[in-house]
């Protein structure tokens, strides 16, 4: 699930990392091509994966950065297709998983990435299993603890883990109203209060 990095793309590892877990959708990294590939295209055998910025310009639309409390550094979209890629996934009857990350990355190495995933028959308990199997199977995670909880109204889920020598949370939230859409925070070394205080800002911004 990784892409080519750039040199400049060292510190996104850094903070994105757990986007390198053995499942779903590179949020992270640089290198998009300039033409992105035609994400028209139905996922077939010969498809692993595509990422590009503008791959998907409505799934990134739908990703709050208009209105931001500041310019992210990245934004991009892309497709996973394969068994491999999907993992659980694919056992849950889904064949192409489309996602839109705003990636913001703070001096210090740390940073978050704002994500909308959409797929057909997606739901917030299938998207948190996938990522919880791929932590619990990757060679440098350790210590993954799960939790539930809520995002005001909405049903989220809590994935906490240690990554090589970051620790990182990734919360995945669904408002029923926009389903099968399901939305997540990945966040690399910040601590709880700022996780909970970017969570709540991506949920009240697209309740505008």
């Not at 850094?14 to 033409?35: K, N, Y």
């Not at 590939?37 to 139905?42: E, I, M, R, T, V």
């Not at 797929?119 to 199997?133: K, N, Q």
């Not at 939790?147 to 889920?157: F, K, Q």
Request: proline share 6%; charged share 25%.
């Amino acid at each position: 699930m990784t892409r080519g990095a750039t040199p400049t793309a060292n510190r996104r590892r850094r903070s994105h990392g757990l986007a390198r877990l053995a499942l779903v959708v590179a949020i992270a990294t640089g290198g998009c091509v300039a033409a992105p590939p035609d994400g028209s295209l139905p996922c077939n055998a010969t498809i692993d994966a595509q990422r590009a910025a503008g791959f998907d310009v409505a799934l990134e639309a739908t990703l709050p950065i208009a209105g931001w409390e500041r310019k992210p550094t990245q934004v991009d979209s892309g497709r996973e297709c394969s068994p491999a890629r999907l993992g659980p996934l694919w056992g849950a009857g889904i064949r192409e998983l489309r996602s839109a990350g705003a990636i913001f990355d703070n001096a210090d190495q740390t940073g978050y990435t704002l994500v909308s995933y959409r797929a057909d028959g997606l739901t917030l308990e299938a998207l948190a299993y996938a990522f919880e199997r791929g932590a619990r199977g990757g060679r440098k995670t350790q210590d993954v603890r799960v939790e539930s909880e809520r995002v005001g109204e909405w049903p989220a889920t809590r994935l906490t883990l240690i990554n090589g020598d970051h620790g990182q949370v990734i919360v995945l939230f669904a408002d029923p109203a926009e389903s099968p859409i399901v939305r997540g925070v990945l966040t690399s070394d910040l601590p709880r209060a700022e996780v909970d205080r970017i969570v709540a800002a991506y949920a009240a911004a697209i309740r505008r």
